[in-house]
C-alpha cells in the first residue's frame, strides 16, 4: 500500500499527470472537463438481432475520443475509465425500469473479446475493463465466454463495406452461453462485430442478447 503511494509519487513528480481537456495538471481528467462530456444515452430496439443497443456517448467529440484511445493504448491511463465510468453508470441509472429487468432476468456481462495477439500486445481487454465497471455497479455476472478466432486487421483504416467483411466468422463461443446475455463494447462503428457476435451467440442457444456500448462512431 505505501509502497504504491510511494511509486505514484514518484511517477507524478517525474511526469506530472495533465487533465486530457484542460492540460493542467492533477488529474487525468479534470471534474471540469468531465462535466463537458455530452452523454448520448441512445436506446436501440431490434437491431442487428439484438434487444436492445445502448450507447452512452458520441465518439466524434474530440475531448471523448481522446479518452477512449487513451485507455485504449496506455495502460497508465486506465484511471481514466474510472472517472469515465462515474458518468456512464449514473447515465444508465436513469433507467431503472431496464435495470431491474436486466438483474431479474439474469443477465450476464459478455465482453466483446480481442485476440490472443492484440490481447497479448495491449495486456488488456478495453471491453472487459468496462464491463468488470458494471458487474461493480450493478452486480451483474461476467463472463467471457466469446473467443476471438481471426485476428482481423484492424478496423480504422478500412470503408465501412470492408468493415462488415472483416469482422465476418471470427467469433466462437468458448462454452454454453448464457441464457440472457449483455454484450460489452468501447466503440460502435458499423454494428458488423455486434451482429456476429449476437449471431454466435444465438446458434449457441443464448435467447435475449442487448449491448451496451461506450460510444457510438
Ligand atoms: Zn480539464
Redesign the pocket.
Known sequence: MWTNKLKDLILNTLFPIE??????TG?I??????DKIIVLNKWEANLYSLERIVTIFDYQQPLLKKIIKSFKYSPYNLNVLKRLSLLFIKCLKQSPLALNYLTKNKFILVPIPLSRQKLAKRGFNQAELIARELATAFNWPLKNVLKKTKNNPSQTNLSREQRKLNVQNVFQVKEQPPANIILIDDVLTTGATLKQAANILQQAGAKKIWAIVLAQD
Open positions: 487533465c486530457l481537456g484542460c492540460h493542467q488529474e481528467i479534470c471534474q471540469k472537463c468531465l
